[in-house]
């Protein structure tokens, strides 16, 4: 098992930014995509930005250019740097990541954090 610890969440004032981190700990086989996600009320987690461990990175419409992935291998941790945030950032934002678990078949284990609260508010 692999556990993900986030941590950076919290109130700030709109145009302040925020730093999420999130790290993988456990029984790790070798860390591949990580990522943050957002799930607002009633509706179904949303991808904000992935990363690969080479760099490469994907950005969802919450990235709106405001925020960047980026991680750390060796540590196994992945960040999000969300500056000039708005009110309509506000929400919790799960870590995401795989675990590269079953080199045999290539099948990969994913694994996702507890979420940190995110609000933008004056």
């Known amino acids: 098992q692999v556990q993900l610890v986030e941590s950076g969440g919290g109130l700030v004032q709109p145009g302040g930014s925020l730093r999420l981190s999130c790290a993988a700990s456990?029984?790790?086989?070798?860390?591949?995509?990580m990522g943050w996600y957002r799930q607002d009320p009633g509706k179904e987690r949303e991808l904000v930005a992935a990363?690969?461990?080479?760099?490469?990175?994907k950005n969802g419409r919450f990235a709106q250019g405001r925020f960047i992935i980026s991680r750390d291998n060796a540590k196994n941790t992945v960040y999000l740097q969300m500056n000039n945030l708005k009110p309509e950032d506000t929400g919790v934002y799960y870590c995401?990541?795989?675990?590269?678990?079953?080199?045999?078949?290539?099948?990969?284990?994913?694994?996702w954090g507890q979420g940190t609260q995110v609000t933008v508010s004056s």
């Open positions: 995401n990541a795989f675990d590269r678990c079953n080199i045999a078949t290539g099948i990969e284990c994913e694994y």
């Open positions: 456990g029984n790790i086989f070798s860390i591949n995509a």
């Open positions: 990363i690969l461990p080479g760099g490469g990175t």
